[in-house]
Antibody, heavy 122, light 108 residues
Framework: QVQLLESGPGLVKPSETLSLTCTVS????????WSWIRQPPGKGLEWVGY???????NYTPSLKSRVTISVDTSKNQFSLKLSSVTAADTAVYYC????????????????WGQGTMVTVSS | EIVLTQSPATLSLSPGERATLSCRAS???????LAWFQQRPGQAPRLLIY???NRATGIPDRFSGSGSGTDFTLTISRLEPEDFAVYYC?????????FGQGTKVEIK
């Protein structure tokens, strides 16, 4: 069964770049979209962006100028970079899979990682 | 962007009771691309319902979804102890994908 696992620093300084990786096990990146979603402490969920394994990308407008999502099919991983972070970027960051149109559960976030907490503080 | 408003914010019920959660969209959700997620404390969200009314793999049949256009409902027919959690609706028909603010189902 497909599993996702986030990894990366738990503490990032203000104005620096947050970098996270999601490792996919039990399946391939091929044929799916791969996404990041975040959740500030005690708050709701916010979609950050997604990337198709072969390159199609879509980011949420409020973060578009600071976000980069990339996919490495050779390592079965995808990554998130968020630049110029502030305290408002403190959150649990989740990675998730999105089946493409025509696949079961098409276009939904059907499998999630456990999440990783990132705190922005000096 | 499409704003999703969930009501009520908190639902206080006893095990065995029926729960009805509402999700209203600021504009029509394309192709009924509306999902419901359950989030227990300290856990990642779990997909319950997609396409407004389709149960995801392994989801018990006490969970059901309905609705179209701008009004959607998640119903839990008889609450089990493990169902007390926060529930989010989410639309994926229009970019950016957006979530509702959540409904907490708590034990009365």
């Amino acid at each position: 069964q497909v599993q996702l696992l986030e990894s990366g620093p738990g503490l990032v300084k203000p104005s620096e770049t947050l970098s996270l990786t999601c490792t996919v096990s039990g399946g391939s990146l091929t044929g799916y979209y791969w996404s990041w979603i975040r959740q500030p402490p005690g708050k709701g969920l916010e979609w950050v962006g997604y990337m198709y394994y072969s390159g199609d990308i879509n980011y949420t407008p409020s973060l578009k100028s600071r976000v980069t999502i990339s996919v490495d099919t050779s390592k079965n991983q995808f990554s998130l970079k968020l630049s110029s972070v502030t305290a408002a970027d403190t959150a649990v960051y989740y990675c998730a899979r999105i089946p493409r149109l025509g696949q079961p559960r098409e276009l939904t976030f059907d499998i999630w990682g456990q999440g990783t907490m990132v705190t922005v503080s000096s | 962007e499409i704003v999703l408003t969930q009501s009520p914010a908190t639902l206080s019920l006893s095990p065995g009771e029926r729960a009805t959660l509402s999700c209203r969209a600021s504009e029509s959700v394309r192709s009924r691309y509306l999902a419901w997620f359950q989030q227990r404390p300290g856990q990642a969200p779990r997909l319950l319902i997609y396409g407004a009314s389709n149960r995801a793999t392994g989801i018990p049949d006490r969970f059901s979804g309905s609705g179209s256009g701008t009004d959607f409902t998640l119903t839990i027919s008889r609450l089990e102890p493990e169902d007390f959690a926060v529930y989010y609706c989410q639309q994926y028909g229009t970019s950016p994908r957006t979530f509702g603010q959540g409904t907490k189902v708590e034990i009365k």
